[in-house]
């Protein structure tokens, strides 16, 4: 029995997949098809995969043509698979001549014509969300090379309210967008816009945004004023808009992982958890304060996330302590108190700490080094070294891409992210909220 392998994502399955597999399988007895797994896709830099791996199992199954299916989950696993199946023949399309000639060593290679005219691309791009940008901040230059690892998006053009600040704190690549010079021409040609206004007026543009029927990707944090989130989050609602807020960690493959293991019991109950973010910014520190304000507003969003998502919202008591310079706070530590657990994060902007992410269990627990928000590699640790084990996750480029894609999909599918739901921006808003009101803060 002659056996055949391809393999592939099949996203948006089309006719270009079923002739390729029909092809595939006319070369021999036997047809299996390495279907790539979400995570795999991701690490190889493909960001833009919609279907769900099961999904694409099924459209494949569907076909007729596969007699077996298998999950491709690593690299080098063809040569692997090549062996165990004991296959004669791997087959892709032609788009991929010669790539795949070192696997002549195992088997024989062979390139199928591709169908011309149709592709996954094409599909995807064909529903492309026009994007407007609102700032001219830094952190668009990163936004804008993120962009460029998915597909289904055209940056259309930006609007920046005109200052007097040092271009050194200003987007390098704002200037080569289209420029409009008034809002509301930006809103009549774009269906959704990425906000990077400083957070004294974000509110403001969210709320124009939303006004014009525009789906909302915003910087963090969201907002200082828990009422006024409120209503923006229930305008969005009321208009089918998706108001989404950038936290890029939620939004990585290794911090969702970590939250499930954390959560399912593998730690044991969770009673305590620690969680730091500090920067010495120097030169930018006045900049960063003109963005956002002190170590509070500019990074307690990432060690709430954290909190939150491992113990929830039901907190009996949140107290700040803070060190402040010129009234802005350089330092602080925010400390919850829960029926069975407690939590505490620190956050600096001129002054620094070890970045690490502790999650205290009653049977072990878990290590994630710095820098945690940029989660790549974590440790369950039990009192029985021998049970500690490690968990490894590609974090890409500057993982901005991930909060765009999954601003996307929510678009797409006309959903709220779980990933950062409306509620966990709600209650890291009221905690800042809190400490701008003065509630059980102290200050040194």
Wanted: aromatic share 12%; with cysteine.
């Amino acid at each position: 029995m002659k056996k055949v392998i391809t393999y592939g994502t099949y996203d948006l399955f089309h006719e270009g997949h079923y002739n390729l597999l029909k092809n595939a399988k006319a070369l021999g007895d036997y047809l299996i098809v390495g279907v790539t797994s979400d995570y795999f896709d991701k690490s190889r830099g493909k960001f833009n995969v919609r279907d769900s791996l099961m999904q694409r199992i099924d459209n494949v199954r569907a076909t007729g043509f596969a007699d077996e299916i298998v999950v491709e989950e690593y690299f080098g696993q063809k040569i692997d698979d090549i062996k165990r199946f004991n296959v004669d023949i791997f087959t892709v399309g032609s788009d991929w001549e010669g790539y795949f000639d070192y696997l002549n060593e195992y088997c024989a290679v062979h390139y199928l014509p591709r169908t011309q005219g149709i592709s996954s691309t094409q599909i995807r791009n064909a529903d492309n969300v026009r994007l407007g940008i609102i700032g001219n901040e830094l952190i668009l230059d990163r936004f804008l090379d993120e962009s460029k690892y998915g597909s289904g998006i055209d940056v259309v053009g930006g609007f920046a309210e005109v200052d007097s600040i040092d271009g050194d704190f200003k987007s390098s690549q704002f200037d080569a967008l289209t420029k409009y010079a008034d809002i509301d021409a930006l809103f009549d040609d774009v269906d959704a816009v990425y906000i990077n206004i400083p957070l004294s007026r974000r509110d403001a543009y969210i709320e124009k945004a939303l006004v014009a029927k525009k789906h909302v990707l915003t910087e963090f944090p969201f907002s200082s004023d828990t009422k006024n989130t409120i209503r923006l989050i229930e305008k969005a609602k009321t208009s089918d808009l998706v108001l989404m807020e950038g936290l890029k960690t939620a939004y990585t493959p290794a911090f969702s992982k970590l939250i499930a293991m954390a959560r399912s019991g593998q730690i044991g109950k969770i009673f305590n958890i620690e969680a730091n973010f500090t920067q010495v910014l120097g030169d930018g520190l006045e900049n960063q304060v003109r963005i956002a304000g002190g170590s509070i507003l500019s990074l307690a969003a990432y060690p709430l996330l954290a909190i939150f998502k491992l113990l929830g919202f039901d907190y009996n008591r949140v107290d700040f302590i803070s060190h402040k310079v010129d009234d802005i706070d350089i330092l602080s530590k925010i400390n919850f108190i829960y029926d069975d657990a407690m939590a505490s994060a620190t956050v600096a902007i001129n002054a620094k700490a070890e970045g690490d992410l502790v999650i205290s269990g009653s049977k072990g627990y878990i290590y994630v080094p710095a820098p945690w928000w940029k989660t790549e590699f974590f440790e369950l640790r039990f009192e029985d070294v021998n049970l500690n084990r490690n968990y490894f996750y590609k974090f890409e480029g500057e993982g901005l891409r991930y909060e765009l894609v999954e601003f996307l999909k929510c678009i797409r599918e006309n959903s709220e992210s779980f990933l950062m739901s409306h509620q966990d921006t709600i209650e890291e808003v009221r905690v800042l909220d809190k400490f701008l009101s003065n509630e059980n803060v102290i200050i040194i």
